[in-house]
């Protein structure tokens, strides 16, 4: 049996998908996260993983993990962001539970309430941006169920970068004109639900608010694409994808 330690000092040297992929790996990386609580104005606790880089005070960025929850997955991901040195704010919108199952997901995910949900990403949001180990620049990216958030997030409290992978984009302008900085989005051609209607809606009304044009991305790929772990993973559009977002925040957010 291996130490953790050593799986830890392995997983280092791993490309981010090699983490994502084996169950074993991401765990490992995931446990290397400090939990952070905070509350709400109601008094109800919220949670979220952070993973510090080893400089500091560096950029944050908000994750919102996928409608499977903030699972080792998605503070894997964090982890990779604390290592390109941006201080990783993974955070949890399903009260620690997690999705296994399609169905589960879509419980979880249905249970959602809008104002709450908000009121945490905000409240993330302002705590990033007060901590003495951060800059005041900060961005939000997510996945599916949490690239739709990535974008709500950005609403409701403006940031200076925001990326949506394959989430729901459908907003109007009297919204998008709360927006500061510029957005970029990875979509799945593929993809039945986040389709080029919505997108291409999305655009038009960024337009209409006096936004500047978002950097959209088509692949050739079905919805989750940049998943490693699920069965519509490509690795070569992952891997350009996550190319782009990095040198997004680094241009917007380090520059």
Known sequence: MFARRDIVKGAATLPLAAILADPILAQAAAAGMQDVTLK?????????????????PAPSVLLIHEWWGLNDQIKAVAAEFAKAGY???AVD??????????????????????EEATETLTTWTDWARSNDKTTDKIGTIGWCFGGGWSLNA?????????????????????QLKNLKGPVM???????????????????????VAGE?????????????????????YDKADAQLAWKRSMDFFDKNLKG
Do not use: C
């Not at 109601?42 to 080893?54: E, F, H, Q, R, T």
């Not at 990326?163 to 109007?172: D, Q, T």
């Not at 989005?185 to 337009?207: L, S, T």
């Open 212 to 232: 500047p044009d978002p950097e959209v991305f088509w692949y050739d790929a079905e919805h989750a694409f940049a998943n490693p772990s699920g069965g519509r």
């Open 40 to 56: 709400l104005k109601n008094g109800k606790p919220i949670k979220a993983s952070v993973a510090m880089p080893d400089v500091t």
């Open 87 to 89: 201080v990783a704010v």
């Open 185 to 207: 989005g990875h979509f799945a051609e593929k993809d039945q639900w986040i389709n080029k209607a919505m997108v291409d809606g999305f655009v038009a009304q960024m337009k």
């Open 154 to 174: 950005s609403i409701a409290r403006p940031v200076d970068a925001t990326i949506v992978y394959y989430g729901n984009v459908a907003k109007k302008a009297d």
């Open 93 to 114: 919108l399903y009260d620690q539970k997690v999705g296994t199952t399609p169905d589960e997901a879509k419980s979880l995910m249905g249970s959602v309430k809008g």
